[in-house]
């Protein structure tokens, strides 16, 4: 039989615990912007890719250095 080792528990004090809430709300907030302003990027992308005269159903690639679009192989899937 093996014995098994107790693993220690300490608890924050409820000024701590609040602190890292605030924190970790932060974190969740600020990804979440991230994501929005991932998806405006895309969908802005996708209306410009479009007045260019790009097709739809094709998939491009857009060097953010250069501004140059070409259309990339379909991804694997």
């Given at each position: 039989?093996?014995?098994?080792?107790?693993?220690?528990?300490?608890?924050?004090?409820?000024?701590?615990?609040?602190?890292?809430?605030?924190?970790?709300?932060?974190?969740?907030?600020?990804?979440?912007?991230?994501?929005?302003?991932e998806?405006?990027?895309?969908?802005?992308?996708?209306?410009?890719?479009?007045?260019?005269?790009?097709?739809?159903?094709?998939?491009?690639?857009?060097?953010?250095?250069?501004?140059?679009?070409?259309?990339?192989?379909?991804?694997?899937?």
């Amino acid at each position: 039989m093996v014995k098994r080792k107790r693993m220690r528990k300490i608890r924050i004090s409820k000024q701590e615990l609040e602190e890292l809430r605030k924190r970790q709300s932060l974190i969740k907030n600020q990804v979440m912007i991230f994501q929005a302003l991932e998806l405006q990027k895309r969908v802005w992308l996708t209306d410009v890719i479009k007045k260019l005269g790009f097709k739809d159903d094709k998939v491009y690639d857009v060097n953010y250095r250069t501004g140059e679009i070409t259309e990339t192989k379909e991804p694997k899937q």
